[in-house]
DNA sequence: ATGAAAGCGCTAACAA
DNA sequence: TTGTTAGCGCTTTCAT
């Protein structure tokens, strides 16, 4: 160890490397060995306070930052969980990640996260980066799709999305909304309003399947009939617009929708508003999601709040025990949705 | 060398690590030396084909993927850059993403992204995240916060944010949209459109500046007073609908509206309903940022674009080049912005 | 064209 | 409580 850091470095042409402090610049000017220094690091429990504190010091006046790529490779694991995100355009995964982030960073965690659909662009499989990162475990807030992490050997735990299509991840640890509950309380709202002639609109995402089975659900407990359209479309603005004009040029008596996210939510308003149909006066209105969308005062719209924040909390909790205990059962937890209502809605005229 | 990975290892409990196949497992399968596989990795010239089929074969039979960790501390550079976006909820980030790693993913860099609001909120500085991380490049999506970029070594270019408050990055580059031309654009659209009292709700971010300063001009250049207010406001959606209230109840005579960014149009059409005027019919609105937003149909928003994903393009091949050279001047590029024509302008009435 | 060998900065036994 | 030591998986001269 006697000529680390020469003065004149040899590849001297290196861009942006002034010298950054190591462990070693740590320990000697603390006066101690690596190995404390690294003990302080990671706070470990005997470590005199005279020590501690010069090493701290010497820390502070160097300004040193620990390189992740060495603790990692040293440590073999990285403190890190990847969390792939279906779509950046959805803002849920906002106050998924920042769930997750209350969690996870005061346990140590660091969390990165991709985007489904930009990584997919790139043509490469969205987990191979996680991967070469060697993430300790891994968030899918997005629909587990056959195939994409067959050889992922970390834990994985899937936010979200209840719904694992032909049993794509048998292993994983599952927290979702419960959206079966969640379709219930826009459509009991609706009826609990006066309306009776209450139609869904639907989608082929996972949840999408929930909400609808809610709504069903509701109606025939009340001795209604369901009307849904749309289960196989996707969840996009511009077919709530199409579904909503398909269900009036039909069925004009309707006077209450149930839309399975805030997006189509506000696709239906545009038909509506071409059919010269008023919201709530005429028609009344649930998104799902409770994204920023619903609260526009434009727009001011009743939706179903799936607690995002909390869902994203207790997948970093699963993860952590299932990290701590890889052996323990696969957990499968639901949360539980409430009610924001706006001016979408009003009793049935 | 004897014997690494010997059959039961000694910390077997380890939970996720089924012998990862490691560079010596494929040069031992491929029948070279380990110097050789490093070489083949990244495409050195002078291997010969049969060596080089060779070490192919056996990455591919292996399943290996190389260690991040592993090459950044040999090589001391991560090839990867830190983007740190202002807010997640922004959804302009999502298409300068894609523009960033259109040019970067060929080149092999790796992106990884941190949402300022969420890393400030776990209290703290969001840049020491990314040099923990050995970034070899920062890009700052957000308006550069004083100080906040201290000790960092690595090149910056600012990206979308055009004003460097007091010089708090003087070495940065910065690539940005010509928001000053936006404003003009929309102001120029409202008055080929026949609008004469025109008025402008900005912001008190950078861009919003430069928004209103093309509106300004442009209304000077016509002859034509300004009439601006929220210049010192958040742009927000509340602060929109605030804006626009006050401006009517002021000057009812007001005809058209450019908003620094969609989401303030979004709030001027709350109020501009709540006070019986109608758009485009009695009120014309332009936004700002082409937003999803703007493209509902519910809202039918004209707004200028202002070319996010090559903002983001650009702004990777600034980054590119200064990381070839950086010693290289600073350089400062202008994105040109367009308009996107919608149903809230119209001709005045 | 290919291999040997010396680290990169850190962690984790183990010794002391 | 603290120091010694042997790697983690890769890159990179330098030989050959």
């Known amino acids: 160890m006697a000529d680390r850091n020469p003065p004149a470095r040899p590849g001297s042409e290196a861009p942006s490397l002034p010298a950054r402090p190591t462990i070693y610049d740590v ?14 690091l990671r ?41 792939l995100i279906d ?14 982030r209350s969690v996870l960073d005061p346990a140590g965690y660091t969390v990165s996260v991709a985007d489904f659909q930009l990584e997919a662009a790139s043509g490469r499989n969205p987990v191979d980066g996680f991967i ?3 993430v300790d475990a891994l968030v899918l807030a997005a629909e587990p799709e056959e195939g994409l992490l067959r050889d992922v ?16 991840l048998p292993h994983a640890d599952v927290v979702a909304g419960d959206d079966e509950l969640g379709g219930e ?8 309003l006066g309306h009776r002639a209450i139609a869904h609109i639907s989608g082929r995402s996972g949840p999408a399947a929930h909400r609808r089975r809610g709504y069903e659900r509701t109606m025939r407990g009340a001795g209604l009939a369901s009307r849904v359209v749309g289960a196989d479309r996707t969840t996009t603005e511009a077919e709530g617009y199409a579904a909503a004009h398909e269900l009036f040029a039909e069925h ?26 008023s919201v709530p006066a005429d028609v009344a209105v649930v998104g799902y999601d409770n994204s920023p969308l619903a609260a526009y005062r434009y727009l001011a719209l009743t939706s179903v709040d799936p607690h995002s924040r909390e869902i994203g909390a207790e997948t970093a909790r699963t993860l952590l025990s299932r990290l701590d205990d890889p052996g323990a059962p696969r957990r499968h937890a639901l949360i539980e949705p409430s009610l924001v209502v706006r001016e979408s809605t009003a009793p049935r005229g």
């Open 27 to 40: 320990a000697e000017r603390a006066g101690v060995s690596k190995s404390l220094v690294s003990l302080v």
């Open 43 to 83: 706070d470990a429990p005997h470590v005199s306070d005279a020590r501690r504190l010069a090493v701290l010091n010497a820390i502070e006046e160097l300004g040193y930052r620990p390189s992740r790529a060495a603790s990692a490779l040293a440590s073999q694991r990285t403190r890190s969980v990847g969390v």
């Open 87 to 100: 779509d950046f355009h959805n803002p849920w995964f906002v106050e998924l990640l920042g769930g997750l």
């Open 132 to 134: 070469a990162q060697h």
């Open 153 to 168: 050997s970390v834990p994985v735990v899937v936010a979200g999305v209840r719904e694992l299509g032909s049993g794509a």
């Open 185 to 192: 309380l826009a459509t009991r709202h609706l009826l609990d």
């Open 252 to 277: 004009p008596e309707i006077t209450a929708l149930v839309a399975s996210n805030d997006l189509m939510a506000v696709g239906t308003f545009a038909a509506l508003r071409e059919r010269g149909l």
